[in-house]
T-cell receptor, first 111, second 109 residues
Framework: KAGVTQTPRYLIKTRGQQVTLSCSPISGHRSVSWYQQTPGQGLQFLFEYFSETQRNKGNFPGRFSGRQFSNSRSEMNVSTLELGDSALYLC??????????FGQGTRLTVV | GIQVEQSPPDLILQEGANSTLRCNFSDSVNNLQWFHQNPWGQLINLFYIPSGTKQNGRLSATTVATERYSLLYISSSQTTDSGVYFCAVGSSGNTPLVFGKGTRLSVIA
């Protein structure tokens, strides 16, 4: 059974640009959550999608958005990138908020 | 929201030693997981343990939900056990996982 797949693995963007990250969950999992990890703030919850609907949202500005498709794949978008958005972005999938499984992450660097 | 505290923040061990990592949480939980973050950043599932005791090889975990803590035991540690260990909890219903700040373990040969 394939695990959670995140693409791309690494990304370098310039301030002011926008970026889209992708996450393919484990087959059969309908819940996809996104987390941001930085050295200063640790692991912080961004949002969760379940059956194409945003079910939970963390405390992040509106520049961070996401969506989920009918095949449960999810994308997150960050617009107007700032230096502070540099982080490891982790995606997790689960079967309706039970045990979560994480992908390898996307490491975003904003210069 | 629920608070999660992990201790100790840092731990240095000689290879072969045993260790206990602790996770305290401030409210009742219906989900508790232990992860090991590898050097490339991926969170590796160790245990899904909202209550009770589980063992997997040299690792075991116990959650005492009524007293709001969980323990991760690592026996006969190896250098490959080095890394950051996270505890994450979900408090009720479909609430997202809240992570502790982690315990950074260094095992020295």
């Amino acid at each position: 059974k394939a695990g959670v797949t995140q693409t791309p693995r690494y990304l370098i963007k310039t301030r002011g640009q926008q970026v889209t990250l992708s996450c393919s969950p484990i087959s059969g999992h309908r819940s996809v959550s996104w987390y941001q990890q930085t050295p200063g703030q640790g692991l912080q919850f961004l949002f969760e999608y379940f059956s194409e609907t945003q079910r939970n949202k963390g405390n992040f500005p509106g520049r961070f958005s996401g969506r989920q498709f009918s095949n449960s794949r999810s994308e997150m978008n960050v617009s107007t990138l700032e230096l502070g958005d540099s982080a490891l972005y982790l995606c997790a999938s689960s079967w309706d908020s039970h045990e979560a499984f994480f992908g390898q992450g996307t490491r975003l660097t904003v210069v | 929201g629920i608070q999660v505290e992990q201790s100790p923040p840092d731990l240095i061990l000689q290879e072969g030693a045993n260790s206990t990592l602790r996770c305290n949480f401030s409210d009742s939980v219906n989900n508790l997981q232990w992860f090991h973050q590898n050097p490339w950043g991926q969170l590796i599932n160790l245990f899904y343990i909202p209550s009770g005791t589980k063992q997997n090889g040299r690792l075991s975990a116990t959650t005492v939900a009524t007293e709001r803590y969980s323990l991760l035991y690592i026996s006969s540690s190896q250098t490959t056990d080095s890394g950051v260990y996270f505890c994450a909890v979900g408090s009720s219903g479909n609430t997202p996982l809240v992570f502790g700040k982690g315990t950074r373990l260094s095992v020295i040969a």
